[in-house]
């Protein structure tokens, strides 16, 4: 009866531990999501800091040439007094404005697997505990095994001896 609940047990905790090490939040589906997030963040920061350094260079240009700072006006619509704006339809303007940069979120699936995991674990202990009384007959010593185990050897008759003088 120990045997099978040891074994049941032990089965048990290597099958939850197995599942955390694959399913669970540290395991190593969690792991490659966090590796490809982190790849995303990496390539924006790239793209950030180049993006940065085309900033950086078109302030040096409009700190430097009045002609480029109205060039810029313009393209944003800032006008002078005596300008005028013609917008045709179907043509839209062209985009010159630079976003900041989208910010990466990991993604959070929301789903808890470790109950999941204790539950298969736990269901596979039992269906073990329960498979090891079908499928593995009981060692159990018979009466006279038993008789034998209590009384000792002589069956339960003790000789007596003559002490000797």
Not at 62 to 82: F, P
Not at 115 to 144: E, H, K, T, Y
């Amino acid at each position: 009866m120990k045997w099978r609940v040891v074994v049941s047990a032990y089965i048990g905790c290597l099958i939850y531990f197995i599942g955390l090490f694959i399913w669970g939040e540290t395991g190593i589906i969690s792991y490659n999501k966090l590796e490809k997030v982190h790849e995303a963040m990496s390539d924006n920061i790239v793209s950030l800091s180049l993006k940065n350094k085309q900033l950086e260079d078109k302030l040096v240009l409009l700190s430097t040439s009045s002609e480029q700072i109205k060039n810029h006006a313009k393209s944003l619509y800032l006008l002078e007094e005596d300008e005028g704006l013609i917008l045709l339809k179907g043509i839209s303007p062209p985009v010159t404005h630079m976003s900041p940069g989208t910010i990466i979120y990991p993604v959070d699936t929301g789903i808890d697997r470790t109950p999941f995991i204790r539950a298969v674990a736990l269901s596979v202990g039992l269906i073990v505990f329960a498979l090891s009384w079908i499928l593995i007959p009981s060692v159990s010593p018979s009466v006279s095994e038993k008789r034998k185990v209590y009384m000792g050897n002589s069956g339960g008759f003790h000789s007596m001896r003559r002490a000797s003088r």
